[in-house]
């Protein structure tokens, strides 16, 4: 167990919904990082916050957004949902140390329809 | 976009023997880390090497950087069937506290 939860585990939605994941990390850390796995795209940086602002950019689509609370949970916002946005989706944090490492939780398990 | 790629894509071996698996990256790195995955779940981190390093072991484990040829190893010695799952080799550039840059991965399987 990494310390980092994610919630749902699993989402059924259809096309053009709006959905809105959840994630807490690790006590301590203030650095959260959002990750996309797909099959055709593996795994994919979406973008990270540190301490409730947004701190760098991955391959995030302008339809996704994400905010980071001063609780340090963040939530990852996917609207106008397509077929092809069907994938895990992951959290990571990190203690925002110099050589950081992320620990990941278990993930989101979009299907889109 | 991938910067690292793992070879081999795919690798099965029987219980007892070592897996070797190798990451190829592109740009300049501030730390590589490798990460262990099993059947679609959660990211376990088992080890992170900095770029400054070329050794590091733990437990089973043993990874390699060479930053001149921009790769890296990971050796998991006596592998169990627990050990299959997917490997990927993840690089952060910059400071080193940007998000990680992926490969595609390595799927081990240990036959009992």
């Known amino acids: 167990d990494s310390g980092v939860t994610q919630t749902p585990k699993h989402l059924i939605t259809a096309t053009g919904q709006r959905v809105t994941l959840r994630c807490s990390p690790r006590?301590?850390?203030?650095?959260v990082y959002w990750y996309q796995q797909s099959l055709d795209q593996g795994l994919q940086f979406l973008i990270q916050?540190?301490?409730?602002?947004?701190?760098a950019k991955g391959n995030i689509l302008e339809r996704f957004s994400a905010q980071q609370f001063p609780d340090l949970h963040s939530e990852l916002n996917l609207s106008s949902l397509e077929l092809g946005d069907s994938a895990l989706y992951f959290c990571?944090?990190?203690?925002?140390?110099?050589?950081?490492?992320?620990?990941f939780g278990p993930g989101t398990r979009l299907t889109v329809l | 976009s991938q910067q690292g790629e793992e070879d081999p894509q795919a690798l099965s071996i029987q219980e007892g023997e070592n897996a070797t698996m190798n990451c190829s990256y592109k740009?300049?790195?501030?730390?590589l880390q490798w990460y262990r995955q099993n059947s679609g779940r959660g990211l376990v981190h088992l080890i992170l090497?900095?770029?400054?390093?070329r050794e590091k072991h733990s437990g089973r484990l043993r990874v390699t950087l060479d930053t001149s040829k921009k790769s890296s190893s990971l050796l998991i010695t006596a592998s169990r069937a627990a050990d299959t799952a997917s490997y990927f080799c993840?690089?952060?550039?910059?400071?080193?506290?940007?998000?990680?840059?992926f490969g595609k991965g390595t799927h081990l399987i240990i036959q009992p």
């Open positions: 990571a944090s990190s203690s925002q140390t110099v050589y950081n490492e992320q620990f």
């Open positions: 006590s301590g850390d203030l650095s």
């Open positions: 916050y540190y301490n409730g602002e947004e701190r």
């Open positions: 740009t300049s790195i501030n730390n």
């Open positions: 090497i900095r770029s400054n390093e």
């Open positions: 993840a690089t952060a550039s910059g400071g080193g506290a940007d998000g990680l840059t």
